[in-house]
């Protein structure tokens, strides 16, 4: 290769959208009834899975972004 030759560089952006099944809703759990200190506590449960399902989804969607601006440098 002489001094006076470039080297062609070409970039491409390849876009893949999140996933669906990242931003689908998370159901919200319902209080049944008649209520009782055992249905608070399964209720509180069934809360607590809910939000780990959403702070899930927001972390794969964290990572996505991160491996996207990866891919600039």
């Known amino acids: ?7 062609r560089v070409q ?5 893949e959208p999140v ?3 990242l931003t689908n809703p998370t ?3 319902v209080l ?3 209520v009782t200190w055992g249905g ?7 809360l607590h899975d809910a939000l ?5 989804d927001k ?4 990572v996505l972004k991160v491996k996207s601006s990866a891919s600039w440098e």
């Open 1 to 7: 290769m002489g001094c006076s030759e470039k080297i």
């Open 11 to 15: 970039t491409r952006l390849i876009h």
């Open 19 to 21: 996933p669906q099944s």
């Open 27 to 29: 159901p919200a759990p």
């Open 32 to 34: 049944k009834t008649p």
């Open 40 to 46: 608070v506590a399964i209720y509180a449960d069934q």
């Open 52 to 56: 780990d399902t959403c702070n899930a």
């Open 59 to 62: 972390r794969a969607i964290s």
